[in-house]
């Protein structure tokens, strides 16, 4: 009868196996701190520029398209033109460019188009215009942004009205003035005509 003889296999060599496996494995894995720092400092400066773009576009289709079916028609290249004359108090080119603006399709919808067309009526004096545009420029008023094209001092609506106010009261004070001078200039050459004949007469 043949004995039993039993084999056993030593685990301390496995569990030193797994153990450099680990350690092979951590060793792999393992990133200089150096380098990690500059890993997360790019990681960082990628999602700041994801975060930059989406705000950016956003904002830039909010200014060209703004809110309520309101959107910029009057191209950024007009209204720097534009920009330009309001600060220098240029007339003469604001006029050449209202054409341009009354023929774009929507230009009463754009508060960039309407604030030129308001400011240009407004300082020539054009009262009739500036009342016609005024109802349209307070519907898309905080509406839709400013083009930054239109890089001047802006004015509110109510601002406006105010300035429309003033000027017709200025233009019915004048008017009055100049009724009174043409009355008083009237008596005055009555009188002396008056007199020259009653001069006449008693010669």
Not at 87 to 102: C, E, M, R, Y
Not at 115 to 130: F, Q, R
Not at 132 to 153: E, G, I, R, T
Request: hydrophobic fraction near 40%; aromatic fraction near 4%; proline fraction near 3%.
């Amino acid at each position: 009868m043949s004995k039993k003889v039993e084999i056993k296999v030593p685990s301390e060599p496995a569990a030193d196996s797994a153990v450099a496996g680990e350690v092979s494995a951590h060793s792999r894995l393992h990133i200089p701190r150096k380098q990690a720092v500059i890993l997360l400092f790019a990681l960082c400066l990628l999602v700041a520029g994801i975060v930059s773009y989406v705000l950016s576009s956003s904002s830039s289709k909010k200014n060209q398209n703004g809110t309520a079916g309101f959107k910029q028609v009057c191209s950024d290249s007009l209204l720097a033109k534009a920009s330009t004359a309001i600060s220098k108090g240029d007339l003469a080119t604001l006029h050449s460019l209202q054409p341009q603006i009354v023929s774009t399709k929507g230009y009463d919808h754009d508060i960039n188009c309407l604030y030129v067309l308001e400011w240009t009526s407004l300082h020539s004096g054009k009262l009739d215009d500036a009342k016609k545009y005024l109802p349209a420029m307070k519907a898309v008023y905080n509406k839709q942004a400013y083009s930054n094209a239109l890089a001047v001092d802006k004015i509110t609506p109510t601002q406006i009205e105010s300035d429309i106010t003033d000027l017709a009261q200025e233009r019915q004070s004048e008017a009055a003035d100049e009724a009174a001078f043409s009355a008083d200039q009237h008596q005055l050459d009555v009188a002396g005509d008056k007199a020259i004949s009653e001069q006449r007469h008693g010669q």
